[in-house]
T-cell receptor, first 115, second 114 residues
């Protein structure tokens, strides 16, 4: 019973391609997130969505676009992939926006390699 | 902007011994949360322990405890009776009370020697 799941776990692709990473949570949470972990293990938030509304949008390239078909899903679509996009991408979810004990639960990560 | 600093890129500890991982942060907020996450080789991010800034008492979870010094903006993690399974990257993280913007430190790689 994986609470936050991501597919695929590994993704190898060529520069210039368009790819998507899917995320689903079965916790009934209102808010979902995408993080990027680079080769030095630095973890940085990219986006968060609350009830289909973008709350946080860090300075990521507009080639990255989060898409949320419903509250349980937040997919990450990447256009025109570049070498520097190679990283591990984590999806996470939390019960609500801000507030007390709003713990974030992480998915297993997707390792993206751009050749 | 809030920043989180972990000054120890790597630490090692002998099995059954105690180790302390350091974390400092910078914020102008008065109400916030601090976390320690563990990332083993499996990549999964696992919450180890959390601390609410308004609580003076240090959080404890079994062998894991924190030393929270609010005035010094310090939040160290102590692991007692270290086990081989504790070997992982450990990330300190900060979140202000009223938003979801979680800020992570650069991580400390912990090695446990048998």
């Amino acid at each position: 019973d994986t609470a936050v799941s991501q597919t695929p776990k590994y993704l190898v692709t060529q520069m210039g391609n368009d790819k998507s990473i899917k995320c689903e949570q079965n916790l009934g949470h209102d808010t979902m997130y995408w993080y990027k972990q680079d080769s030095k293990k630095f973890l940085k938030i990219m986006f968060s969505y609350n009830n289909k509304e973008l709350i946080i949008n860090e300075t990521v390239p507009n080639r990255f676009s989060p898409k949320s078909p419903d509250k349980a899903h937040l997919n990450l679509h990447i256009n025109s992939l570049e070498l520097g996009d190679s990283a591990v991408y984590f999806c996470a979810s939390s019960p609500k926006h801000g507030g007390k004990r709003n713990e974030q639960f992480f998915g297993p990560g997707t390792r993206l390699t751009v050749l | 902007a809030q920043t989180v600093t972990q000054s120890q890129p790597e630490m090692s500890v002998q099995e059954a011994e105690t180790v302390t991982l350091s974390c400092t942060y910078d914020t102008s907020e008065s109400d916030y949360y601090l976390f320690w996450y563990k990332q083993p080789p499996s990549r999964q991010m696992i919450l180890v322990i959390r601390q609410e800034a308004y609580k003076q008492q240090n959080a404890t979870e079994n062998r894991f405890s924190v030393n929270f010094q609010k005035a010094a903006k310090s939040f160290s993690l102590k692991i007692s009776d270290s086990q081989l399974g504790d070997a992982a990257m450990y990330f300190c993280a900060y979140r202000a009370y009223n938003n979801n913007d979680m800020r992570f430190g650069a991580g400390t790689r912990l090695t446990v020697k048998p």
